[in-house]
């Protein structure tokens, strides 16, 4: 039998990278792309699962598994390096205006 070599990531290995602030935007707007294709009772149920520490029942629910996984680290880290910011937003019907601090 023919062997082939590949390198590849331990399932252990911990790696870390560096994201940007747009990249997590657009994890989170991934999140809720995937999390509107399925119903509500749907994604809660999958929520609870993550909770639990199930594993996933479907590809939908594994994929939405891993994206909180991911942006919940890189929340944690954005807040272990004091990078996070809070944010005001107006809701009066007169403003609609975004503050940053």
Same mark, same amino acid.
């Given at each position: 039998?023919?062997?082939?070599?590949?390198?590849?990531?331990?399932?252990?290995?911990?790696?870390?990278?560096? *994201?940007?602030?747009?990249?997590?935007?657009?994890?989170?707007?991934?999140?809720?792309?995937?999390?509107?294709? *399925?119903?509500?009772?749907?994604?809660?149920?999958?929520?609870?699962?993550?909770?639990?520490?199930?594993?996933?029942?479907?590809? /939908?629910?594994?994929?939405?598994?891993?994206?909180?996984?991911?942006?919940?680290?890189?929340?944690?880290?954005?807040?272990?390096?004091?990078? *996070? *910011? /809070? /944010?005001?937003?107006?809701?009066?019907?007169?403003?609609?205006?975004?503050?940053?601090?």
């Amino acid at each position: 039998m023919e062997k082939i070599k590949y390198k590849t990531i331990p399932h252990d290995a911990i790696i870390s990278i560096e *994201v940007s602030g747009a990249f997590y935007n657009n994890l989170s707007n991934l999140l809720l792309h995937l999390s509107s294709s *399925v119903s509500e009772e749907e994604f809660k149920a999958m929520l609870e699962a993550l909770k639990e520490n199930k594993p996933a029942k479907n590809i /939908t629910e594994f994929n939405i598994h891993m994206l909180f996984s991911l942006i919940y680290e890189i929340e944690k880290n954005a807040k272990n390096q004091n990078k *996070v *910011v /809070t /944010t005001e937003i107006d809701l009066s019907k007169d403003s609609a205006e975004k503050k940053t601090t």
